[in-house]
């Protein structure tokens, strides 16, 4: 089963807005990562955020964690056409016998109208 | 320095038929993980290796499906007797350390087409 789920599904704005998408997941984790994916082929990793920390940076993304309402956000600002892709959230569980693989969620879609 | 490499790129092949998959890990990269994608189910976790072991083969939908890796590098995933619902693209990740404590980089993925 699905350890993420995103919202919205699918997202549509213009160039130059910003972008928000949001997970949540179901169990504690080590840590949880987001990746963009074009045109259904490899997962571009974009930004890993470990349980113990709150929010992260990373040029035009930002990534904010929070593990008391089990939920993770990515915003991207000043969207760009380039920017168009799907992007899901991974999650590694916390607990003893995990073997670290990441656990997806179902993906956001995001178009960005030039 | 290079990705993760997956050969071949793309293939179709009969109903019945065996296929193998290949995955060029990043060099040095200790853990790797092979992934599926398919409309229906989404991605979802297949197998993982730390070095040449792979210490649980649960996530592997059904024992047609096997894999191996040697010398703590290349990976290859065996489908036998290849049934429709294997279509999807199949994806090859691989990271540093062990146990999903770091990043994990994809390969451009396999996509398979049973006809």
């Known amino acids: 089963s699905q350890q993420g789920e995103e919202d919205p599904q699918a997202l549509s704005i213009q160039e130059g807005e910003n972008a928000t998408m949001n997970c949540s997941y179901k169990t504690s984790i080590n840590n949880l990562q987001w990746y963009r994916q074009n045109s259904g082929r490899g997962l571009v990793h974009l930004i890993l955020?470990?349980?113990?920390?709150r929010e992260k940076h990373s040029g035009r993304l930002r990534v904010t964690l929070d593990t008391s309402k089990k939920s993770s956000s990515l915003l991207i600002t000043a969207s760009r056409a380039a920017d168009t892709a799907s992007y899901f959230c991974?999650?590694?569980?916390?607990?003893?016998?995990?073997?670290?693989?990441?656990?997806f969620g179902k993906g956001t879609k995001l178009s960005v109208k030039p | 320095g290079a990705g993760v490499s997956q050969s071949p790129s793309n293939k179709v092949t009969e109903k019945g038929k065996d296929v193998e998959l290949r995955c060029d890990p990043i060099s040095g990269h200790t853990a790797l993980y092979w992934y599926r994608q398919s409309l229906g189910q989404g991605l979802e976790f297949l197998i993982y290796?730390?070095?040449?072991?792979?210490?649980?083969k649960s996530g592997l939908p059904s024992d047609r499906f096997s894999a191996e890796r040697t010398g703590g590098s290349v990976s290859t995933l065996t489908i036998q007797r290849t049934q429709q619902e294997d279509s999807a693209v199949y994806l090859c990740a691989s990271s540093l350390g062990p146990s999903g404590v770091g990043t994990q980089y994809f390969g451009p993925g396999t996509r398979l087409t049973v006809l």
């Open positions: 991974a999650s590694t569980l916390n607990y003893g016998g995990s073997q670290g693989n990441l656990i």
């Open positions: 955020i470990r349980s113990n920390e």
């Open positions: 290796f730390q070095g040449n072991s792979a210490p649980d």
